[in-house]
């Protein structure tokens, strides 16, 4: 996959297959004039996603576990 997800509440997904995510809301009103720790968080972000998805049913490797609806994180 080489695509992240950004929600309407600021939530950077990194994968659709995985609950990991990043809150950029915070680095945003905390620092409303500085874009570096908006920066930084993503660049965190980024080096956490998966580098493949959890999604191979052919080969019965499901580990991914959604507790959301696809229509919440957007795409």
Do not use: W
């Not at 660049?43 to 229509?71: C, E, L, N, W």
């Amino acid at each position: 996959c080489n695509r992240v997800r950004l929600t309407c509440t600021g939530e950077l997904y990194m994968c659709l297959g995985q609950e990991d995510r990043a809150d950029l809301r915070k680095p945003l009103r905390d620092h409303p004039a500085d874009d570096a720790p908006l920066h930084a968080a993503i660049r965190a972000a980024i080096a956490r996603k998966p580098k493949g998805h959890d999604f191979d049913y052919g080969r019965q490797r499901v580990q991914g576990q959604m507790t959301r609806h696809m229509s919440h994180t957007g795409g």
